[in-house]
C-alpha cells in the first residue's frame, strides 16, 4: 500500500517548481502539501500557496538556526517529509535530525558538477557555459549537513549547444524541472 505523506514545502523566491508540486499533489490519493515555508517575507512562491490554499509562515534566520520553532511548526502539521524548492539557506540540523532521508532539493545542475555554496540561479548556468559543457540538467538529491552533498535520487539531462546563452540553459533546466521535479517526489516517497 502507498505511504501516505504531508510535504513541507521551503522556498525563497518565485516558487514555479513550488507551484507545479501544489498542482501535482493537488487531488492527490496520499500525498498532500500541508504547508510552505519561507525565509522571504516577499517571495512569490507565498502567494502562488495561498492561490491554493495552502498555509504559508515565515522565519528569521534567528528563529531558524537558533531555536526549534520552525521544527515545532513542521510537528503541529504532521509533517512527514521536506520539499526544498528555490530555498537558500542551509537546513539547521535539528531539522536534518529530526528529518533523515526525508528532507528533498533539486538543483539546476549534473551534481557534483557545479555544485556548493554560491551555486543558485544564474550562476550555474554561466559557469557551465564557461566551462564549455556539451551537457547540463538537474539533480534531485537528499539532504544532509552540507551543501548539494546528499545522496542523489534522480539526474536528467539536455544538451548544451555552442550558441546557447545562460539564459537560454536556464530556461531548458528550468523545463526539465517542472516535467520532473513533482513525478520524482511521488517516487522517492512511493518507489
Ligand atoms: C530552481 O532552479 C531550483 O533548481 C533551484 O532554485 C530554482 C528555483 O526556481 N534550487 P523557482 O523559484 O522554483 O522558480
Redesign the pocket.
Known sequence: MNQSARLAVF?????????KIFSYFKDHPSICVGLVLSNNLEA??LQRAIKFNIPTRTFTKQQFRESDEVLDWLKESEITHIV????LWMIPINLIKAYPNRII????ALLPKFGGKGM??IKVHEAVKAANETQTG?TLHEVNEKYDEGKIIFQATCNVLSTDTPELI?GK??AL?HTHYPTEIEKWINP
Open positions: 522556498l525563497s523566491g518565485t516558487g514555479s517548481n513550488a507551484e512569490q512562491g526544498l524548492a528555490g530555498f532539493n533539486i538543483h539546476p543558485y540561479g538537474i536556464a533546466v528550468q524541472e
